[in-house]
């Protein structure tokens, strides 16, 4: 028996409990179910008493609470505060790697990123946008603009006394052209640098360089010489100075260009790098690697009507195209090459089958080159995978250094320097030749050799000169170069009117 006080207390209790449950469910939304006049209760989720009828009071706490959030909906939708944050400027595109390949997106090296040519260089690479020149050294004792002598060239040179012509054939980058300008600075005043370069895309930029490195050696001069602007004198005239003047043509016309300037036969040193610059090596719209998509182009005048490597193959025939293989670059699969690339005729013609780009050319060649390296393979020792990659990347190199070489009339172009070099030169006059491949060094080689023999020339390399192991190692791009040079001689034998 419970005493009849107790019970009473006890459903008072009850009933507080309940009415402390419904305050509590009407601020949070959470449903509570009581199980007949029993303290024990059940919670369920709130969307068990969505279906329960609502309370008149609950709709009226519910309608007003939606006409209020559609009021601030409304006003945040038309008519939303005006914004007096300023936008950020666009992100800059992310680098894409420590040193991309492509070579639009080395911003960094083109921008001239300090760290990040250094690290380029260390690694033995080219920056973008760059070239290293190779020889330099080498090249500027030989031409006779060396002033300091050292004991591992053998021939003699001086900076003479009187107005030098110097002629750089080919300025590309103007690594050499900078520095022959610093040895015109110690030359006698009115000498003159004469540059010359078809690539119209690069030579503008090259010259607005050696501008600015000549505007520096005249400012250097003048400030050592106590005639500077801090001084209030007035800068001594262009005769007086070093002439520089950059030609956009091709070196197979210095002849004819020196006549018209009356300067033939006055060229005192000239210098002539046969080799690709690296700015059109690496830019691979321009079409001279394989190691990235671009065009088969290889024009090193790009506003020339010239036509283009993929039109040259178009028009060229198995045969001619075996022929010139053998003899731009000496290639031993010639005949199997040239069948794979023009032998089979598709069904829109000969241009259906011929290869659109660089990296498809190399693919072509590396398919049909690859089974004839397993034969060779089975007849002698077994070669390495990667012997074979590079066996098979260096007949690329090859079979597009024959077209670029067709393309461009490289043999053609320095046959007619060669043989215009006696005429160009003063007597005692110095030429120094960086070839780069077999074609090239046999052309200089036998020119020189024949000119000594003859007597136009006093002395000439029988040997060549190669870049250091160290140059090698820093500018791997300098691995095949030979420098030849040659001096003239005080005979008479050569008349500059044969050329006239």
């Known amino acids: ?64 609470q939606h006409e209020l959030t559609m009021s601030l909906d409304k006003d945040i939708i038309y008519h939303p505060p005006a914004s007096t944050e300023t936008k950020k400027p666009p992100r800059r595109e992310r680098y894409n790697g420590r040193y991309p390949r492509n070579f639009g997106d080395k911003y960094k090296e083109h921008e001239g990123d300090a760290d990040t040519i250094a690290k380029v260089l260390a690694k033995g690479m080219t920056p973008a946008g760059r070239h290293i020149p190779i020889l330099l050294k080498e090249c500027l004792y030989h031409l006779g603009l060396s002033s300091q002598q050292d004991d591992a060239l053998q021939s003699s040179s001086s900076i003479s006394s009187q107005p030098l012509l110097v002629v750089d054939c080919t300025l590309g980058y103007g690594g ?51 005639t500077g602007p801090g001084a209030g004198a007035i800068p001594t005239t262009k005769e007086e100075e070093i002439i520089f003047t950059a030609v956009n043509q091709n070196f197979s016309t210095l002849a004819s260009y020196l006549r018209e300037t009356d300067q033939l036969g006055k060229v005192t040193s000239l210098l002539a790098d046969l080799g690709l610059s690296s700015m059109q090596i690496d830019d691979n719209s321009r079409g001279f690697t394989y190691k990235r998509e671009g065009p088969l182009d290889m024009r090193m005048n790009t506003d020339s009507s010239t036509e283009t490597a993929y039109h040259l193959l178009c028009r060229l025939k198995p045969k001619q195209l075996q022929a010139m293989l053998a003899e731009n670059s000496d290639e031993v699969f010639a005949s199997e090459i ?53 066996l098979l990347d260096s007949t690329v190199a090859r079979v597009m250094q024959a077209i670029r070489i067709e393309i461009n009339g490289e043999f053609r172009v320095l046959d007619q320097l060669l043989e215009d070099l006696p005429h160009v030169l003063v007597p005692n006059g110095r030429a120094v030749f960086l070839t780069f491949h077999s074609g090239e060094d046999r052309r200089v080689k036998k020119a020189f050799k024949a000119g000594f023999k003859n007597g136009i020339y006093s002395s000439w390399s029988s040997d060549v000169v190669r870049p250091s192991s160290k140059e090698r190692r820093d500018n791997p791009r300098s691995s095949c170069c030979k420098l030849r040079w040659a001096i003239r001689s005080d005979s008479k034998d050569a008349s500059v009117a044969d050329i006239i």
């Open 1 to 64: 028996m419970i005493p009849i006080g107790v019970k009473e207390s006890c459903w008072t209790l009850c009933i507080l409990v309940r009415v402390c449950i419904a305050a509590l469910w009407m601020a949070t939304g959470v449903s509570v179910v009581t199980a007949t006049m029993a303290p024990s209760l059940c919670f369920v989720p709130a969307a068990s008493r969505l279906a329960a009828p609502a309370r008149p009071r609950q709709q009226q706490q519910q309608q007003q």
């Open 338 to 390: 040239a069948s794979a690339l023009l032998g089979k005729k598709g069904k829109k013609g000969a241009n259906a089958i011929v290869p659109e780009t660089t990296v498809e050319l190399a693919e072509r060649v590396r398919d049909t080159v690859r089974p004839l390296l397993q034969d060779k393979k089975q007849q002698q020792k077994k070669l390495s995978s990667g012997a074979v990659k590079k």
């Open 176 to 226: 050499h052209s900078s520095q022959i300008l610093k040895a015109l600075g110690e030359a006698e005043k009115g000498s003159r640098l004469v540059a010359f370069d078809q690539d119209s895309l690069e030579i503008v930029k090259t010259e607005e360089r050696l501008r600015a490195v000549l505007r520096e050696l005249m400012n250097m001069n003048m400030n050592m010489n106590g």
